[in-house]
């Protein structure tokens, strides 16, 4: 499967996609912003300028000030494939993004979505 049109695209368009997804099922823009600084270690006036501009989803990812370690406890199937199974690493840093905007958009705690409770493994 060839990736590169969903790399090329800017977060500027993808990120308003992902904000409505939640605000449709009752959560907010601060909660998924919450989540995306979880997973990349923007901070929020970086997360805003990068929403605003012209970076691709691909230099969204590679750019990330530091992904989370507990990355790797998302798990689940997003789009028909198993996020853990993902081997190629953006298309599985862009599936546990996608993966956690589902945990909130179904109501799950944030809690849980950020998997406060859970131990990353070494």
């Given at each position: 499967m060839?990736?590169?049109?969903l790399?090329?695209?800017k977060?500027?368009?993808i ?6 997804k939640?605000l449709?099922?009752g ?8 989540v ?15 929403a605003?501009g012209?970076?691709?989803?691909t230099?969204f ?7 989370n370690e507990?990355?790797n ?5 997003v ?6 199974e ?5 298309m599985?840093?862009i ?9 909130l958009?179904k109501?799950r ?8 409770d859970a131990?990353s493994?070494p």
């Amino acid at each position: 499967m060839n990736n590169d049109k969903l790399y090329q695209m800017k977060f500027s368009k993808i990120y308003p996609l992902l904000v409505n997804k939640v605000l449709k099922k009752g959560r907010t823009k601060e909660e998924i912003d919450e989540v995306i600084r979880w997973l990349t270690g923007y901070e929020q006036p970086e997360l805003e300028e990068m929403a605003e501009g012209c970076v691709s989803y691909t230099d969204f990812f590679q750019n990330a000030p530091e992904l989370n370690e507990n990355r790797n406890l998302i798990k689940g199937v997003v789009c028909g494939v198993r996020v853990e199974e993902i081997e190629e690493p953006l298309m599985r840093e862009i599936r546990c993004l996608d993966k956690l905007v589902d945990e909130l958009a179904k109501g799950r705690s944030m809690e849980k979505i950020l998997r406060k409770d859970a131990k990353s493994n070494p």
